[in-house]
C-alpha cells in the first residue's frame, strides 16, 4: 500500500496511495489513484522512458 516512488497525497500529504486503475496510452500510462488517509482521487500520468531517462519517442 505504502509507495516508493515519493508520491504523496494532493490533499493531506500522506505516502498510503492505491492505485485503482491503470490505462496505458501510446508512450504513458494513466493511473487513478486514492489515498488509503483521507480517500482523495487523483489521477497521475508517467512517462514510458528508456534507461538513461529519456522518453521513447515513436518512429513512423
Not at 492505491?18 to 512517462?47: G, M
Amino acid at each position: 500500500m505504502s509507495n516508493r516512488d515519493g508520491l504523496k497525497c494532493p490533499v493531506c500529504t500522506s505516502h498510503m496511495l492505491l492505485v485503482i486503475d491503470s490505462r496505458p496510452k501510446r508512450d504513458t500510462i494513466v493511473r487513478r489513484r486514492k489515498c488509503h488517509k483521507c480517500a482523495t482521487l487523483f489521477s497521475t500520468i508517467e512517462v514510458i522512458s528508456d534507461t538513461k531517462g529519456q522518453p521513447i519517442k515513436e518512429t513512423a
